[in-house]
């Protein structure tokens, strides 16, 4: 959403209770067929076709290793679950859906048996509403989980979560990533990103980096979800990278979210390709002002690497990042100049993070999968990882052609608690030691 606001104290989506219950009697694997006395009639024409049962399933990408002791497998899920408050703020946009279906107790449980059943190892969560953290979220806790949460600037109510299993992965590292930069009049918006590092418990010295974020949904500003993707790519190239003295390199990546961009959009392409034009999306912003280059790197980690130095975030100039620029530490003379120069406000936009995504965006026959409803079915919600790494796609859940999503209706359904379709696959990481 482009216009958030903060609910009241007495806002029916502003916290309230949350009670499991696996045993409701409800069968949410077929489209549920009774309704509330008071929607039965007016609602009887808003419901979906019969959903298949099939209508989701998992697709093989790659070939699956004997397993041993020098694999981990894992599965990744990543969901925009859709803020009670959001929801509650643009009802215009839920015109044509069940009332019963928007209302957070019925959606609460579903989001909860959805996520059960698809048993992730890694949950990235968007839209998650501050107020449901304890009443709600909390559960996954409850089950073996822990969880990173990130809320957005200003008076935005939601946020970024990331969940993990304890049983399976060791927290190493964690760092938020906040879109609203102040030298720079293109992010001027709440956005932010969570950034996690994490070990697998099966597979000693290794870990991975993982990272979700929600984009502006603005669907006329591609420039700015375009900075604000180049501020993200520029924290994962920080928080990533490794040398041990042997080596160096990225730990392997995987990146979610609901990006807000269609296939061929200016950051789809950047993430696909390595590289965009992106003349056309600059303003006025300076980003020698905050120091992230147009290789969506820090400049000042970019010289720490070239000139061997141990690693010194103390110049990163972002604003709110865990790392504060010491304006008294060295004189800055030396730190820049005309090659330098020439590292920003260029032409093109790149990053060097090799990344590929779980879907291909289109299926072979030509048809566009979708993740969402905007004015039509598209894709906005994606998954990224590295590809040079020992990270290999083992598995995803398939997303429907625009054309199959008829039988859904609208979204949140009996059946789908959000406006927006889960995003999964599963991982094999193959041992490597690039600990320092």
Not at 42 to 54: A, F, G, Q, V, Y
Not at 206 to 226: C, E, F, G, M, Q
Request: aromatic share 12%.
């Amino acid at each position: 959403m482009s216009d958030e606001s903060q609910p009241t104290d007495n806002h029916a989506s502003f916290g309230g209770t949350f009670e499991v219950s696996d045993s409701s009697g409800e069968d949410t694997s077929i489209v549920e067929q009774k309704y509330d006395s008071e929607d039965a009639k007016s609602e009887h024409h808003r419901r979906p076709t019969k959903i298949p049962l099939n209508f989701r399933t998992w697709e093989t990408v790659g070939k699956k290793t004997d397993s041993d002791e020098t694999t981990f497998r894992f599965k990744v899920v990543s969901y925009n679950v859709l803020a009670q408050y959001l929801l509650e703020y643009h009802p215009y946009l839920y015109i044509d859906c069940s009332p019963r279906n928007l209302k957070w107790k019925h959606r609460s449980r579903r989001l909860y048996q959805e996520i059960r059943r698809l048993s992730p190892d890694i949950l990235c969560l968007q839209e998650v509403q501050l107020s449901h953290l304890e009443t709600f979220y909390s559960k996954f806790e409850n089950i073996g989980y822990q969880g990173v949460f990130k809320q957005k600037t200003g008076d935005r109510q939601d946020g970024c979560a990331i969940y993990f299993k304890k049983s399976l992965f060791d927290l190493d590292d964690q760092i938020s990533v906040e879109f609203f930069q102040p030298e720079l009049p293109i992010l001027n918006r709440d956005n932010i990103g969570v950034i996690v590092k994490l070990s697998p418990k099966e597979l000693p010295g290794s870990s991975i980096v993982v990272a979700t974020t929600h984009l502006l949904y603005n669907p006329k500003r591609t420039d700015v979800r375009l900075a604000q993707i180049k501020i993200l790519l520029a924290e994962i190239d920080r928080f990533a990278y490794f040398n041990n003295g042997r080596e160096s390199g990225h730990f392997p990546v995987i990146l979610t979210g609901d990006f807000n961009s269609t296939p061929e959009s200016a950051v789809i392409k950047l993430l696909d390709r390595g590289r965009v034009r992106a003349s056309s999306l600059r303003d006025n912003s300076d980003w020698k002002r905050i120091g992230v280059t147009d290789n969506c790197q820090h400049l000042a980690v970019y010289l720490n690497r070239q000139q061997g130095c141990p690693p010194n975030f103390n110049k990163i100039k972002i604003h709110n990042s865990e790392y504060a620029f010491d304006s008294a530490d060295a004189d800055e003379s030396d730190y820049w100049n005309d090659a330098h120069n020439r590292m920003f406000n260029s032409d093109v936009i790149g990053h060097s993070l090799n990344l590929i995504s779980v879907y291909n965006k289109f299926k072979a026959d030509g048809q566009m999968e979708a993740s969402t409803f905007q004015d039509h079915w598209v894709t906005v919600d994606y998954i990224y990882f590295s590809c040079r790494s020992g990270l290999r796609l083992l598995e995803r859940l398939r997303l429907p052609t625009a054309a199959e999503c008829g039988v859904l209706g609208t979204l949140p359904n009996e059946v789908y608690p959000s406006d927006h379709l889960a995003t999964a696959a599963v991982f094999e990481l193959r041992r490597f030691r690039y600990a320092s």
